[in-house]
């Protein structure tokens, strides 16, 4: 029994070892699954006979759109997509001959034209079918109006509601031709007009009950396995460009650590600019620091003086003045006090600058502080940076191990797929 859709792709599924659907997911594999079922075909496709008529005194014969549907261009007689015709038909032997094609018409290489209309088999190479879902839950419906023999289109109601996909089957009740819906086809409120192929084998009568339902697929078991493994390794080789755009992250990455690590240079700059500024302040606190202390030395020194001239003024005091007394010395130890006082004034206002020098030291110093934190922020940001593109590389090179996996196990399937189609092989047939 043929294999469903969902059953070759939960056997791609299973040989990448992800059932589950935790890296790949059912979309992938739609996406890629029409690639596959053209290569499949083109070393063994579905073979499907029609029946044509030529015109009186002419070698065409015109495609309809049914004949083109998933007709495999490029294979086939002279790539026709045709792998021969037979006329006259049904002779013994059977009666092989080659065409030509040009856009829809196909020209029949004989040596003269048929005189008149005769049937001409068609011998088509197409694209395999196998169809996911068939669009709606309830594909039994009936036909909306007589349909005649040789329609290509037939108007249906009854239905349920979605679409009718494309490689859908319909079946006519009490007619034995299986018909194939080349076109999507829409259902609105319950009706809608199927574009199908062949064409219509006989005339059928409106009301007559309709059946849509997903196709048979036409591959066969070996087929299956190959399409499946096709699968699994075209799924693996796309996976891995997701991987490979963890690249691209770590370059934004880097230059953020590259702009992270270039700041550091100039907070350490600016950092040493702040420790020179701390050095110069202190130097000119400590410079005050002296010269205050030179000037509490002259104050000291006034003080000794007034201190004399008090104790000489002492010794004047309840005696008689002459030639001037102890007032004097009393006068001179307040000048020199005086003096004093002012080296005293001098002296503090060098400590007062010596005191704004170390705040000053202590804010340039606090600066600096500042910037060697901000370059250790930085040079930490850099790091954090340069570890996650470390890990970021890391994970790109699982995207390696999923495309070499890929490459190699898509190379066994081409193998394997030219053992078992073989290559195409041209033939001549006659033209009398």
């Known amino acids: 029994m043929s294999k469903a859709y969902t059953t070759i792709v939960n056997d791609a599924e299973a040989l990448l070892q992800d059932s589950s659907n935790e890296v790949f997911i059912a979309t992938e594999f ?30 065409d014969i015109t495609l309809s759109s049914g004949d083109k549907w998933r007709l495999l261009d490029g294979t086939g007689y002279k790539g026709t997509g045709i792998a021969y015709a037979e006329y006259l038909v049904d002779q013994n032997p059977r009666q092989f001959r080659g065409l030509t094609r040009f856009g829809d018409t196909l020209s029949l290489e004989l040596m003269s034209r048929p005189s008149s209309a005769v049937s001409v088999y068609l011998y088509m190479n197409k694209i395999h079918l196998l ?6 839950s309830d594909g039994v419906g ?39 819906v080349i076109e999507t086809a829409t259902i609105g409120t319950g009706s809608a007009t199927v574009s199908i192929f062949p064409p219509l084998a006989a005339a059928a009568t409106a009301g007559t009950v309709v059946t849509c ?37 770590c370059i934004t990455t880097l230059a953020s650590a590259v702009t992270a690590i270039g700041s550091v240079a100039a907070r350490i700059t600016q950092a040493v600019s702040d420790a020179a500024s701390v050095r110069t302040s202190a ?11 030179v000037e509490f030395d002259k104050m000291a020194t006034e003080v000794g003086l007034g201190k004399t001239a008090l104790a000489s003024g002492a010794l004047l005091i309840n005696t008689i003045p002459v030639g001037g007394g102890a007032a004097e010395y009393m006068g001179q130890a307040a000048a020199d006090v005086g003096i ?51 890990t970021r590389l890391q994970v790109s090179d699982g995207g390696r191990q999923y495309e070499r996996w890929g490459r190699e196990e898509l190379a066994r399937v081409m193998t394997d797929l030219r053992k078992y189609g073989g290559l195409p092989i041209a033939k001549r047939y006659p033209q009398d």
């Open 30 to 59: 739609d996406t890629i699954m029409p690639q596959g079922l053209i290569l499949m075909s083109r070393y063994n496709p579905w073979r499907y006979k029609v029946t044509k008529s030529t015109v009186a005194d002419s070698f």
């Open 131 to 136: 169809q996911k879902e068939l669009g709606t």
């Open 142 to 180: 009936a036909l909306a109006t007589n349909a005649a023999a040789a329609a290509t289109s037939l108007s249906l109601n009854s239905l349920g509601s979605g679409t009718i996909n494309e490689m859908s089957t319909v079946t006519i009740t009490g007619d034995s031709t299986t018909y194939y």
């Open 213 to 249: 339902a997903v196709c048979t697929p036409t591959l066969n078991m070996m087929e299956e396995d190959l399409l499946a493994r096709w699968l699994a390794a075209q799924a693996a080789i796309s996976k891995a460009t997701t991987y490979y755009q963890q690249v691209n992250t």
């Open 283 to 293: 130097a000119a606190g400590a410079a005050a620091i002296l010269l205050g202390n």
């Open 340 to 390: 004093a006082h002012g080296y005293l004034s001098t002296g503090q206002s060098y400590l007062q600058e010596a005191s704004a020098d170390n705040a000053n030291a202590n804010d340039y110093a606090n600066a600096a502080a500042a910037e060697l934190r901000a370059a250790s922020e930085k040079i930490s940001e850099g790091i954090t940076n340069l570890r996650l593109v470390g």
